[in-house]
């Protein structure tokens, strides 16, 4: 990430670019949801579209990671009418991506 910043900050394109696939080539269904609820994600635009296009090309596999059910129980119990959002569903329904298609 250090050397996209580095590219990103000195407008070196190339070098970004190079970066951006390197840090794409680490992300797995297990680590790309804290990856986009993390820094990068958030000031750097170009990370966070790589990063939601990974998540959608192996949402069931993110959906079903415990990474992911850890991450949404954690963000449930912070709503106030979270078990409700828990409740059964056809699996159709659950699989839904949460984002555009």
């Known amino acids: 990430m250090e050397v996209y ?29 804290d990856k986009l609820l993390g820094d990068e994600a958030a000031m750097y635009p170009e990370v966070k579209k790589v990063m939601m296009e990974y998540a959608k090309a192996w949402w069931i596999q993110v959906h079903e990671s415990k990474e992911f059910q850890a991450t949404l129980k954690g963000i449930v119990e912070l709503n106030p009418h979270g078990k409700s959002m828990l409740s059964p569903r056809p699996r159709e329904r659950c699989l839904r991506l949460p984002f555009g298609s």
């Open 5 to 33: 910043r580095f590219a990103h900050f000195y407008n070196i394109d190339g070098l970004a670019s190079t970066a951006l696939n390197k840090i794409a080539s680490g992300f797995t269904p297990s680590n790309i949801v």
